[in-house]
């Protein structure tokens, strides 16, 4: 179908272009901010406006202004295709314009690299339909009441704005992942003042798109990952009698834990089962093995050493638990590192560090990350430890090891 005014086609494109941006917007704050609880500014740029539900929409009225006589259901196919379409080419073009994914469908079933998914698909052809049906019509007529000369100006400031946010937003995301990447490699090295300073000067673009939560955590953890496991090789291969000779004839070490090795219900653990050991041959591996690297790292050694003899204080059989301790319907992962918090208030006074070791030290299963860089190391040797306990306990056909496993 031919066009008879160009120039009013491309003005009225620019109009409702920018009215759907600033209405997806709306939808979108609305949506999310109900959910948390607070404001949050949805979209990749600064203002008011959400370019993909602006782009969506006016490839959607396009098509239906170009072809009205169309069969509904090709219509409805071409409005899926071009919404469709819409969401993947902009996902591709920010992974390679940033290399990071701002959202993720690979959760989802039937998805295309991540970038599309059926489900959502569907619902946007969906929604594509009710705008055709019922929206657009009501909108265009309101549009026409305003005379062309105001139609001009208002669709030409409009896309002005939008290509100065758009401009000032991709250099903000770049400067995003300049800092990611900085916090990458000093991250070791810069104290936790300015490292929650640097993630709070993008908190924006995180509430926008939570999967930078992901990369974000990737990057910051790749590169103390790597510190703490080169550090695991040289002392966590050490063989056993020397690391425990090293351990009880580490005095300082010995006087920052005294207490909690004195303490009663602490000593309980040696009755409960951790993979091939006891849990108290497991907590305190974890916790000497952490306390040698981060001083080595020179970082608050006495924390990770307390922190990691703490981690696990739980007093149940995590394989086979009921009430009180546990309720057997609740999930031990996620839940014993609450009670090992409560277990430790309980009988010792904890600083911030510590607390962050206890709840955290199940990171990624508990969705929250470790804010401080001694709960990582923590965090990682845990892991370490328990899967060297698990190997051993599969080698010996599940037999317990009576003798402590550093």
Known sequence: MEIENPMA????????????????????VVFRSANRGRFVNAGFLYGPFLPIYGFGTVTVIGFHTLFPDSNIILQTLA???????????????????FGFTLWDY???????????????????TGAALLLVMFIHPFVERTFSF???????????????????????????????????????????????ERIQSTIGSFRRLLDAFPRL??????????????????????FG???????????????EYLRIVADIEQNEDFLRLRDFKHHDDTILNHVE?????????????????????????LHDFFLYDWRNHDAPDLPREKYHGFEHPKIAMENAERHFKLNEIE????????????????????????????????????????????????????
């Open 106 to 124: 690979h959760g989802n079933r039937l998805n295309l690299k991540g970038r599309i998914c059926l489900k959502y698909s569907l619902l946007w």
């Open 213 to 234: 939560h992901v990369y974000l955590h990737g990057q910051i953890t790749g590169g103390i990952k790597s510190r703490a496991e080169s550090l695991l090789t040289v």
């Open 237 to 251: 291969e050490t063989p056993r009698k020397t690391r425990e000779e090293e351990r009880a004839n580490d005095a």
């Open 79 to 97: 409005y899926g295709l071009a919404i469709s379409g819409t969401e993947y080419l902009t996902g591709t073009i920010s992974e390679r314009l």
């Open 9 to 28: 086609f491309i003005v009225n494109a620019l109009l409702f272009f920018n009215f759907y941006a600033f209405g997806g917007w709306v939808v979108e």
């Open 146 to 192: 305003i005379d062309e000369r105001h139609r001009v100006w208002v669709a030409t400031l409009g896309a002005a704005y939008f290509l100065v946010d758009a401009t000032v937003s991709v250099i903000a995301v770049t400067s995003f992942k300049k800092r990611v990447l900085y916090l990458r490699s000093q991250y070791l090295f810069i104290d936790n």
């Open 355 to 406: 607390r962050d070791i206890i709840l955290k030290h199940m990171w990624p299963l508990t969705l929250v990350p470790p804010r401080y860089k001694e709960s990582f190391i923590v965090t990682f040797v845990d892991k370490y430890v328990s899967s060297r306990e698990f190997l051993k306990g599969m080698r010996s056909n599940g037999k317990p090891n009576e003798k402590r496993n550093y």
């Open 285 to 309: 591996a974890v916790s000497y093995l952490a306390y040698r690297i981060c001083k080595r790292l020179r970082l608050d050694f006495r924390s990770a050493a307390r922190g990691g003899l």
